[in-house]
């Protein structure tokens, strides 16, 4: 019969590229893992916020505010940079936050383009992506038993 673990408080050191730019982040995790198999569990929880992170990139790169944001450099010549740093910023915010709701997240991608990108969307776009990427943050949570 399996047996369902736990240990609390697991440092999880994820490397994860994102366009050729390698970013190194710790989080903080409780593992849940069968028949004492952390290591395995580690892995999976890694996988999964690696494809959390491209998962984040790709709703970014559909989103037509941001996108326009970028090819027109409203936040400068380095828009894309911004762009990239967006994606870290959301996915430290996924794994920072303890209580996450849709509207802190509307308030980052919000005070993103408006400080970053000189942008002030009206239409409605902050809301659908920011729902968009909690339902996929959701369905990761979901796959990888955090």
Same mark, same amino acid.
């Given at each position: ?95 920072? !936050?303890?209580?996450?709701?849709? /509207?802190? =997240?509307? %308030?980052?991608?919000?005070?993103? +383009?408006?400080? &970053? ?7 409605? !776009?902050?809301?659908?992506?920011? /729902?968009? =990427?909690? %339902?996929?943050?959701?369905?990761? +949570?979901?796959? &990888?038993?955090?």
């Amino acid at each position: 019969m399996a047996e369902i673990m736990q240990r609390d408080n697991v440092n999880i050191n994820i490397n994860i590229n994102i366009n050729d730019r390698a970013i190194n982040y710790t989080i903080k995790r409780p593992i849940f893992c069968y028949n004492n198999n952390f290591d395995q569990s580690e892995i999976n929880i890694k996988k999964c916020m690696s494809k959390l992170c491209e998962g984040i990139s790709r709703v970014l790169s559909t989103w037509n505010g941001l996108q326009m944001a970028i090819q027109n450099k409203w936040g400068g010549h380095d828009s894309y940079q911004k762009s990239q740093q967006l994606v870290i910023d959301i996915f430290a915010w996924f794994s920072q !936050s303890d209580s996450l709701c849709v /509207e802190d =997240l509307e %308030n980052l991608l919000h005070e993103c +383009l408006l400080f &970053s990108f000189n942008t002030d969307i009206e239409d409605g !776009s902050i809301d659908m992506v920011a /729902e968009q =990427l909690m %339902n996929m943050h959701e369905g990761y +949570l979901n796959d &990888s038993h955090f």
